[in-house]
């Protein structure tokens, strides 16, 4: 079974600065797809980026970026230019490639951050 | 189309009644999946459908839990004789078969708490 880890449960980071947030995940699979998710304070989780596995090129969107690392299993959350209304939790998320009805996502625990003005 | 909606927003009820919540995914989604989010958590997958059929469920779906999506559009989810362990934040979401690979759009979900 695939797992994801967020190591960090909270992180801080002045308005306008860039703070990067961590997720790490296990599997023994060659295809799949990595997600990040953006939850604000009791409101909908709202899909914030995408990764396939087979791209080495990383995603952007906008502030967002990510750092993937495949050999490393390795998919980072980089925010530029952080706004006050970036605070929320945010949640790494796999899903497998391989089909066959295996179509549920698995998340991690989740980052809270804090953007302080 | 608004977007997936929840109902209710938030539920109290006594152990050992029955619940149960209703999820409507965006129209033109043929896939409408049901997660839990206990506090603390990120999500975890319990069971998801393609039109009415389901298709997977999760060893977290115990036998106190049944899910319909009885004509591919509205789902329920049903909890019967409720323990406080279900106390949790119940979350729905929905995609379309072709475009499962870009992620899902879900609702704003039904805060269940058992007394």
């Known amino acids: 079974a695939q797992t994801v880890t967020q190591s960090q449960p909270e992180m801080s980071v002045q308005e306008a600065e860039t703070v990067t947030l961590s997720c790490t995940y296990d599997t023994s699979e060659s295809d799949y797809y990595l997600f990040w998710y953006k939850q604000p304070p009791s409101r909908q989780m709202i899909l914030v980026i995408r990764q396939e596995a087979y791209k080495q090129q990383n995603a952007t969107e906008n502030r967002f970026s990510v750092n993937f690392q495949k050999a490393a299993k390795s998919f980072s959350l980089k925010i530029s230019d952080s706004q006050l209304g970036d605070a929320a939790m945010y949640f790494c998320a796999y899903r497998s490639a391989s089909g066959g009805g295996a179509d549920g996502l698995t998340f991690g625990k989740g980052t809270h951050l804090i953007i302080q003005p | 189309d608004t977007g997936v909606s929840q109902d209710p927003r938030h539920k109290i009820t006594k152990r050992g009644q029955n619940v149960t919540f209703r999820c409507d995914p965006i129209?033109?989604?043929?896939?409408l999946y049901w997660y839990r989010q206990t506090l603390g958590q990120g999500p975890e997958f319990l069971t998801y459908f393609q039109n009415e059929a389901q298709l997977e469920k999760s060893r977290l779906l115990s036998d106190r839990f049944s899910a319909e999506r009885p004509k591919g559009s509205f789902s329920t989810l049903e909890i019967q004789r409720t323990e406080q362990g279900d106390s949790a934040m119940y979350l729905c979401a929905s995609s379309s078969w072709d475009r499962v690979t870009y992620g899902y759009t879900f609702g704003s979900g039904t805060r269940l708490t058992v007394v």
């Open positions: 129209s033109e989604h043929n896939r």
